[in-house]
C-alpha cells in the first residue's frame, strides 16, 4: 500500500506526487512479481499494489476477499517506541478490513 498524499511543493508542480506515486506501485509490483518467480509465494496466490490519498483509502481500494489476509513488515530502525509496529504499520492495522501478520524486519 502507498500513501498518495501531496508530499512536495506547490512549485514542483501539482501532480509531481502522482508520477513517483507510481514509480513506487510499478517497484512494488516488480517485487512482488518476482517473489513468484522466485517460488518464494505460489502461482495461485493473488498480490496487490493499491495507491490512493491515505492508508485508509489505498486499503479499501484493494480487492478484499473472504480468507484474504494482509502482512506488513516492521521496520529494523528506529528507537525502542518502534520495536514492534511504527506509525505508518499501525496505521495500517487499525484500518485493514482483513486479518494481519506482523513480520519483524
Known amino acids: 500500500m502507498a500513501d498518495g498524499r501531496t508530499i512536495y511543493p506547490p512549485e514542483a508542480g501539482l501532480r509531481a506526487e ?5 514509480q513506487l506501485a510499478a517497484h512494488a509490483r516488480e517485487t512482488l512479481a518476482q517473489l513468484k518467480t522466485d517460488g518464494v509465494v505460489c502461482d495461485d496466490v493473488v ?4 495507491t490512493a490519498n491515505g492508508w485508509d483509502e489505498a486499503i479499501n481500494a484493494a480487492d478484499w476477499q473472504e480468507g484474504d489476509l494482509l502482512a506488513i513488515g516492521t521496520s529494523p530502525v528506529g528507537g525502542i517506541a518502534r ?3 511504527g ?5 495500517i492495522l487499525r484500518h485493514s478490513p482483513v486479518p494481519v501478520l506482523v513480520l519483524p524486519g
Open 83 to 85: 520495536v514492534f509496529l
Open 87 to 91: 506509525s505508518r504499520g499501525s496505521k
Open 18 to 22: 502522482d508520477s513517483i506515486l507510481e
Open 47 to 50: 498480490l496487490q499494489v493499491a
